[in-house]
């Protein structure tokens, strides 16, 4: 099966958040991607599976 690739746009779009949260990740190493060059790659069943493990959730105390 092919690899869907994705750009931080579609990925962003993929994932409804803004684009500078998805890129501001993945250069955190947040979210699973891919550098080619100067560009980031995000692979569509690696954000699935991202998505469903609930690693975006905050783990900082929201009680302030």
Known sequence: METKWLTVIEAAQYLKMGRSTVYKLAQEG?????????????????????????????TEDRTR
Do not use: C, I, M, T
């Not at 991607?33 to 959730?57: M, N, T, Y």
């Open 30 to 58: 947040k979210l699973p991607a891919h550098k080619v060059g100067r560009q980031w790659r995000f692979d569509a069943k690696e954000l699935d599976k991202w998505l469903k493990s609930g690693k975006l959730a905050w």
